[in-house]
C-alpha cells in the first residue's frame, strides 16, 4: 500500500466537528450551561479556545521571579532565625511583616528602634537579597527605621533593592482610618521620596496593595482597578511634589493576590502590566517593566485539613509565576492556624524552588503567549479593569471612592454573591465543604502568643480621612465554625452528633447518595456512620434507635424512592427522629415526603451551610 502522510488518514478536527460531539454527548442539554462558565465580573470561560496570535505583553524584568518569605516573628532571635534559615534555604527575598500591619495576623516584628530592627536582621546581608516592607499604618516609621540601619552598616540605599512598601490608600482601605487628610498625606510622600533620594535610594518607595480588596471579597477585575486607582494616585501625588514622571514611576511597586485559579491568576497578572502600559503611555513615558509582588490568597487557606492548603499555593505561587511576578511570597500551609513552624516555611519555600529550578519555568519570558485561553482571559480582564479603574477615577480617585463607600458597596455584592457560592457548593473548598476529614490530625505550629498593636504614628495629624473599613475574611470560616462546634461537643460527651443513613434497596441504589451524604454532613462536623441497607421497615426504625441519633437521612435511587420513600419516612418519624433529611430531591414526591416528615433535602447545589447550621443545633441538644 502506497505510504500517506498520517494527516491524511485522519479526517481533519474543526470546531464544527467538535461541536456536534458534544451536542451528541449533552443529548439536548443547554450547552451553555453545562460547559459554558463566568467569572465574577461575568466573563465567559469557554470550554475549548482555538490558538491565538500573541498580543504585545509587557513582562517582568530577565530573569526568574524572587522566592520571598515572611518574617513576622515578635522575638528578634526568632525573626533572625527564621530569616537566616530561610535564606540559606534558597529564598532570596524577605517581607518584613510589622506587627499592627494587616497582614501580621497578630504576630509581626515589633521594632520601634533602629537597635530592634538590626536584632531582628543580624547577620542577614542587605545587599545580596531584595527586601519588602509590610508595616501597614506603621509605614514611614519602619522605613525611617530600616535607612537608619543602613547608615549603620555602611550599606549604600544605591545598592540595596528595597521596596519601602508605604501604602496610605491600604491602609485607608483595610483599617477605616489614613490618619490624616489625603491632602497633607499626598505631599508627606513627595517629601519623603525626596529625603530617601538624596540619600542614594533608588528603590520603590509607595506600594499599591490588592490585599485588602481580595480578602474582602473582590473580584479580579475590581482588584486591578482598585491597585490601578491607588497607583495612578501615588504617580500623581509624587508628580505634584516636585518629582518627574520618571523618577515617581519607579518609585511605584504594586502586590497582586495569586490564588489557586491557575487561569484568572496568569490572565490578571498579565492584565495588570497591560494596564500599567496604558497609563505609562497617557503620560508618554516609555515603558518599564513595573515591579510586581504577588502573594498567596488568605481568603483561601483552611484552618480544617491545612495540608491541602500546599497545594493551593504551590498552584498560586506557579500561576504567579508564569504570569509574571517579581517576587512571589508563598503563604506557609499552617498560617490561618497560627504562627507556622519551621517545617512549614520550608514547604512554603520548596515548592517555589522546585518550580524555578527544577521545573524550569522561569525560563520562558511569558509562557502564556499565543494559548488562546490565557490570551482570550488577560484581554478581556484587561478591559473589565479598565472600567473598573474609570468608574473610581469618576467618584474622584481611589480614596474619595473609599470615603464614599462606593467601592465597598461594589466589592459587597461580589462577597455576598462567593458566599452563597461556597454555601451551596458552587465555590467547592477541599478539606471544608468537599472530602472533610474528621479524624484529622492536628498540626504544629509555634508557641507564640499574638502581641498588641502597637501606636502607630500614621501619615499626620489632625482631621483624618475615615470609611468603612473592607473586611477582612477567609471562605472556610462559616464551615470551620459548625467543625469547632462538632469539637467541643464530642469533647463534652465523648462522640459527635451523628446522623442516621437510612439506606433502602440494595448497595448499588443506594451507595452513590449515601457517599454524598455522609461527605457533605462531615462538612459541619457532623458524623454519618455506614451500613448496609435495611430489609424492612422494622429493622429500620430499630437501627435508628439504637443508633441514638436525632438525624435521619434517606438515601437512594429515585427508583427505590418511588415505593420506599414515603414508607420509610413515616416510620423514622414515628421511630422518634427529631429531623429527617432525603438526599436528592425527587420532583414527583417532594410533597408527599415532606407531608411524611421529612425537614429538608440534601442535594447538589442546596444551602448546605444552613441546612448544617440547622442540623448541628438539633443534633448537639443535650
Not at 108 to 122: F, I, N, Q, Y
Amino acid at each position: 500500500m502506497e505510504d500517506r502522510p498520517l494527516a491524511d488518514l485522519f479526517e481533519p478536527a474543526t470546531r464544527e466537528r467538535w461541536r456536534g460531539l458534544v451536542d451528541g454527548v449533552l443529548k439536548g442539554a443547554d450547552f451553555e450551561k453545562r460547559l459554558v462558565a463566568k467569572t465574577a465580573d461575568g466573563i465567559r470561560i469557554e470550554p475549548l479556545y482555538e490558538r491565538a496570535e500573541a498580543a504585545p505583553q509587557p513582562t517582568r524584568a530577565p530573569g526568574p521571579w524572587r522566592v520571598s518569605m515572611r518574617v513576622d516573628h515578635p522575638d528578634s532571635e526568632s525573626a533572625v532565625s527564621q530569616a537566616l534559615s530561610d535564606l540559606e534555604g534558597g529564598a532570596d527575598a524577605l517581607a518584613l511583616v510589622f506587627a499592627g500591619a494587616p497582614a501580621a495576623r497578630g504576630f509581626g516584628l515589633t521594632a520601634v528602634s533602629v537597635d530592634h530592627l538590626d536584632a531582628s536582621l543580624k547577620n542577614v546581608m542587605l545587599p545580596l537579597i531584595a527586601l519588602r516592607l509590610d508595616a501597614g499604618p506603621r509605614g514611614l516609621e519602619a522605613a525611617a527605621l530600616l535607612r537608619q540601619l543602613a547608615e549603620r552598616r555602611g550599606d549604600a540605599l544605591a545598592d540595596l533593592d528595597l521596596d519601602l512598601g508605604i501604602d496610605p490608600v491600604g491602609t485607608l482601605a483595610a483599617t477605616g482610618t489614613l490618619g490624616a487628610v489625603w491632602d497633607s498625606v499626598a505631599p508627606k510622600l513627595a517629601e519623603t521620596l525626596s529625603e530617601f533620594d538624596a540619600a542614594g535610594f533608588r528603590g520603590r518607595l509607595v506600594l499599591a496593595d490588592g490585599r485588602p480588596y481580595h480578602e474582602a471579597g473582590a473580584s479580579e477585575a475590581a482588584e486591578l482597578g482598585a491597585v490601578l486607582a491607588t497607583a495612578v494616585a501615588y504617580l500623581r501625588a509624587l508628580e505634584a511634589g516636585g518629582h518627574d514622571l520618571d523618577r515617581a514611576r519607579d518609585a511605584i511597586a504594586v502586590l497582586l493576590v495569586a490564588d489557586a485559579d491557575e487561569f484568572l491568576t496568569v490572565a490578571k497578572f498579565r492584565a495588570l502590566r497591560r494596564l500599567w502600559a496604558r497609563v505609562e503611555a497617557a503620560c508618554g513615558l516609555v515603558p518599564k517593566p513595573l515591579r510586581v509582588h504577588a502573594e498567596t490568597a488568605w481568603r483561601n487557606m483552611t484552618r480544617r485539613d491545612p495540608f491541602v492548603n500546599i497545594l493551593r499555593t504551590t498552584m498560586a505561587s506557579f500561576s504567579a509565576g508564569i504570569g509574571g511576578a517579581d517576587t512571589v511570597t508563598a503563604l506557609p500551609y499552617t498560617q490561618a492556624l497560627g504562627m507556622p513552624d519551621g517545617f512549614a516555611r520550608r514547604v512554603a519555600r520548596n515548592s517555589q524552588i522546585v518550580l524555578i529550578e527544577e521545573s524550569s519555568l522561569a525560563r520562558v519570558a511569558d509562557p502564556a503567549a499565543g494559548a488562546g485561553g490565557f490570551e482570550a482571559l488577560t484581554a478581556e480582564l484587561t478591559e473589565a479593569a479598565w472600567a473598573a479603574f474609570q468608574t473610581i477615577e469618576h467618584e474622584g480617585g481611589i480614596v474619595a471612592s473609599l470615603s464614599l463607600g462606593k467601592l465597598q458597596g461594589r466589592i459587597e455584592e461580589t462577597r455576598q454573591t462567593r458566599a452563597r457560592n461556597v454555601a451551596t457548593r458552587r465555590e467547592a473548598l477541599t478539606g471544608a465543604t468537599e472530602f472533610p476529614f474528621l479524624a484529622e490530625k492536628p498540626v504544629s505550629v509555634l508557641d507564640v502568643d499574638p502581641v498588641p498593636t502597637p501606636p502607630a504614628s500614621g501619615f499626620g495629624s489632625g482631621a483624618a480621612v475615615a470609611c468603612e473599613a473592607l473586611p477582612s475574611s477567609r471562605l472556610a470560616e462559616p464551615y470551620e465554625a459548625l467543625r469547632d462546634a462538632s469539637d467541643a461537643y464530642l469533647a463534652r460527651t465523648g462522640r459527635r452528633p451523628q446522623v442516621f443513613l437510612a439506606n433502602l434497596g440494595p448497595l448499588a441504589a443506594f451507595n452513590t447518595r449515601a457517599t454524598f451524604a455522609a461527605n457533605a454532613f462531615a462538612a459541619g462536623g457532623i458524623e454519618a456512620p455506614g451500613n448496609h441497607g435495611f430489609a424492612d421497615l422494622d429493622e429500620l426504625a430499630a437501627a435508628f434507635k439504637a443508633s441514638g441519633a436525632v438525624l435521619a437521612c434517606i438515601c437512594s435511587s429515585d427508583k427505590v424512592y418511588e415505593a420506599e420513600a414515603v414508607p420509610a419516612a413515616e416510620a423514622l418519624a414515628r421511630a422518634g427522629a427529631d429531623t429527617i433529611y432525603v438526599a436528592g430531591k425527587p420532583a414527583e414526591l417532594v410533597e408527599p415526603l415532606k407531608a411524611a416528615g421529612v425537614h429538608a433535602f440534601l442535594h447538589a447545589g442546596c444551602d448546605l451551610q444552613e441546612l448544617l447550621t440547622e442540623g448541628l443545633k438539633i443534633g448537639t441538644r443535650t
